[in-house]
């Protein structure tokens, strides 16, 4: 085609491609003012924003989180009659969101250290609006997977930048229990999918299946965080890392209402001093300067998945199905049950957090979960299958019980804090991987070891309880405690190690 065209209409053809492109230039550039215009009137008094505002807002992405990696459970089964799918590619949608995730959460840590919290929680809100949009429209499998990685990449870079960026604008006495809002949203977003899972089976609303609703349903919240992600401000920490002392000092005022400026400009010397101290971040510093922090970081999110909590949230009524011939109907109630469990102990963590040590929460957590597993393998291994669906269910509501006021909440809450300033980001994005990592192992893996043991769930369950004892040595040899230390203090700290 293009060997048969005049030379002049190829020159007017480029020029007119070139017009276009500094069109598009100059529209982009005009669209990130009106952004920055924006973002300016949300310091303003035009929206005065509280720190309740802030921190909902900020910890929406945990919703998202839950949400998108709750639905799937319930949707699953009637997207795969609906397209004529294989076990195995049903599987694969499920798991595509996670290997989204992990590279998600990989790639953002450097960006958010470069382009700062609050722009990145933008691009994952859009994200999250392109993934869920696509989701509710595939059309087949390889759509569907491609919806599914887009929507991984926005939950991995949420989970990343998320606890990071409430750790660094909370105040120190009070920086567990804010941060536990993100576990808070997760285990909220998770009770609305298995709420969206029963509300719409059946309906198909409009004439739309049931299962596009229930994952289009995602969008309502996706539109959410990317109002916030504009309104909100960016992290001080950030800022100061950035040279920008005005623009902190303004955010530190904005969210420290309770407190006189001469304490805000305290706090504020204080971030310059230990930002004054710290090298430029990357992965070589990362290695060098923070390694104890990155061992406690990938050791805490690996242990968080391999006590195997998703096997509850993403399989229970295949477990109660299965294991003990429940229908299908009742087995999805016994997983909203534990949404509710998961939730309402969630809450009491968020009140208890900065009340005990974290070290103290994680080891307490760790003997609930190792008792609760044991009793019920034993249990499952000994006794009359037929009789033990009802202490089964009992054990494993005391086992989210001791995961939700613990494990759930500090792993995310820990790997905001304890990362030096300069590698807060890249660092974050490590231990986020690295939790992303376990979930694909256990998600991918628990079937299979199910079916393994002839359906005796005790089997994966005394797996499991061998991880949850395991983590005791190790949070008492490699965690540091964190507890009403600011940031700054934190880093002087495990610098010295
Ligand atoms: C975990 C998730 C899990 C959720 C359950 C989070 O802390 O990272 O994988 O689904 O807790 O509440």
Redesign the pocket.
């Known amino acids: 085609m293009t060997a048969t065209t005049p030379a002049s209409v190829q020159a007017a053809s480029q020029n007119h491609e070139a017009d276009v492109a500094d069109t598009v230039a100059a529209e982009a550039a005009n669209a990130i003012e009106s952004i920055e215009a924006m973002e300016n009137r949300g310091f303003s008094s035009r929206f005065p924003l509280n720190s309740s505002f802030i921190f909902t807002f900020g910890a929406l992405g945990g919703m998202l989180f839950g949400f998108d990696?709750g639905i799937i459970s319930g949707a699953s089964p009637l997207i795969e009659t609906d397209f004529g799918l294989t076990v195995s590619q049903t599987g694969f949608i499920t798991s595509s969101v996670l290997i989204g995730s992990c590279v998600g959460a990989l790639s953002i840590g450097a960006l958010s250290d470069r382009f700062g919290r609050k722009k990145l929680l933008i691009v994952s809100a859009l994200l999250f609006l392109l993934g869920s949009g696509m989701c509710a429209t595939a059309t087949g499998f390889l759509m569907m997977v491609a919806a599914r990685i887009i929507l991984g990449l926005a939950v991995g870079a949420a989970s990343a930048l998320t606890p990071a960026y409430l750790a660094e604008l909370a105040p120190k006495e009070r920086r567990g229990s804010l941060s536990t809002l993100f576990?808070l949203m997760?285990?909220f977003g998770?009770l609305l999918a298995y709420a969206s899972n029963l509300g719409f089976l059946g309906h198909n609303l409009l004439g739309v299946r049931d299962w596009r609703w229930m994952l289009g349903s995602a969008l309502v919240p996706a539109a959410l965080l990317l109002i916030g992600g504009i309104l909100l401000p960016e992290s001080p920490r950030y800022l100061v890392n950035r040279g920008d002392e005005r623009n902190a000092f303004k955010v530190l005022t904005l969210i420290r209402k309770d407190v006189d400026q001469t304490q805000v400009q305290l706090e504020l010397d204080e971030i310059k001093a230990v930002a004054a101290q710290d090298t430029k971040g990357g992965v070589r510093e990362l290695f060098r300067i923070a390694r104890p922090a990155l061992i406690a970081a990938i050791g805490i999110m690996l242990f968080?998945?391999l006590v195997g909590?998703?096997s509850v949230?993403y399989f229970l009524p295949q477990v109660f199905i299965k294991g003990f011939g429940f229908p299908e109907a009742d087995a999805i109630w016994v997983s909203v049950g534990i949404g509710v469990v998961?939730f309402v102990s969630t809450i009491v963590a968020t009140m208890i957090m900065d009340k005990f040590p974290r070290k103290g929460m994680l080891v307490f957590g760790s003997i609930v979960m190792t008792v609760s597993l044991a009793i019920l393998a034993v249990m499952n291994f000994v006794g009359d299958v037929a009789v033990l669906a009802v202490p089964t269910m009992i054990l494993i509501a005391f086992y989210i019980l001791g995961f939700?006021v613990s494990w759930?909440p500090i792993?995310?809450v820990l790997i905001g804090e304890i990362f030096p300033l300069s590698v807060r980001g890249i660092g974050s994005s490590f231990g986020s991987a690295a939790?992303w990592l376990g979930?694909f192992i256990v998600s991918q893996f628990f079937l299979v070891l199910l079916d393994a043991f002839h359906n005796n769930v005790g089997g994966p369950f005394a797996i499991f309880g061998v991880f949850a004892a395991l983590s005791i040595p190790f949070v008492l040899r490699f965690v540091p405690e964190t507890k009403g230390k600011s940031l700054e203090e934190i880093e002087q700290e495990i610098s010295r190690h």
């Open positions: 990696t576990q997760i285990t998770i968080q998945q909590i998703n949230i998961n939700a759930g792993a995310w939790n979930n």
